[in-house]
Antibody, heavy 120, light 106 residues
Framework: QVQLVESGGGVVQPGRSLRLSCVGSGFSFSNYAMHWVRQAPGKGLEWLSVISNDGNNQYYADSVKGRSTISRDNSKNTLYLQMNSLRPEDTADYYC?????????????WGQGTPVTVSS | DIQMTQSPSSLSASVGDRVTITCQAS??????LNWYQKKPGKAPKLLIYDATNLETGVPSRFSGSGSGTHFTFTISSLQPEDIATYYC????????FGGGTKVEVK
């Protein structure tokens, strides 16, 4: 069955960097677009970024554009989100999600999330 | 950017009630609209895609309608396990989620 497992979250000081990972299994990872979505405490879902199946195209929400980089290693079935210049408002649970094969922006499967706390 | 406005932000209903949530887009999104269910501590779950299509395995009491800028999500008979927050999401231009509707049982 499809599984997505995020890791890399934790407590980090403002201004520092963090790299999140998401390992996919149970499907052909290289055939699917992948997304990052977050949920701050007490807030709603916020889409952050998408990367095409081959890694050649990436798009970002304004809230993270210029501070974050999405990437993937299809040989390792792994998605990444590099986040720089972290701010307290980046505190959230971060989820990776898989797009549908022929509709990449339909988020069919989600991981359980990894928490990130930005605090001094 | 396309803004998605959901209403109400929360509601309380009895088991068996019909529950309706609306989602208004700031501009035409055709039918590029999905609905998700989010329970605390759980991953979000896709319920409805392309405004009206029920995701495989999702109970038929869930349904969606609408196109353009106005969309509706309905639970025909609320069940205790439906207690969650529901989100619309457009993908006509990148992706944007609505603010969410928290559904509680009276």
């Amino acid at each position: 069955q499809v599984q997505l497992v995020e890791s890399g979250g934790g407590v980090v000081q403002p201004g520092r960097s963090l790299r999140l990972s998401c390992v996919g299994s149970g499907f052909s990872f290289s055939n699917y677009a992948m997304h990052w979505v977050r949920q701050a405490p007490g807030k709603g879902l916020e889409w952050l970024s998408v990367i095409s199946n081959d890694g050649n195209n990436q798009y970002y929400a304004d809230s993270v554009k210029g501070r974050s980089t999405i990437s993937r290693d299809n040989s390792k079935n792994t998605l990444y989100l590099q986040m720089n210049s972290l701010r307290p408002e980046d505190t959230a649970d971060y989820y990776c999600a898989r797009g549908a094969r022929w509709s990449p922006n339909r988020l069919e499967y989600w991981g359980q999330g990894t928490p990130v706390t930005v605090s001094s | 950017d396309i803004q998605m406005t959901q209403s109400p932000s929360s509601l309380s209903a009895s088991v068996g009630d019909r529950v309706t949530i609306t989602c208004q887009a700031s501009r035409d999104t055709s039918n590029f609209l999905n609905w998700y269910q989010k329970k605390p501590g759980k991953a979000p779950k896709l319920l409805i895609y392309d405004a009206t299509n029920l995701e495989t395995g999702v109970p038929s009491r869930f349904s969606g309608s609408g196109s353009g800028t106005h969309f509706t999500f309905t639970i025909s008979s609320l069940q205790p396990e439906d207690i969650a927050t529901y989100y619309c999401q457009q993908y006509e231009n990148l992706l944007t989620f609505g603010g969410g509707t928290k559904v509680e049982v009276k």
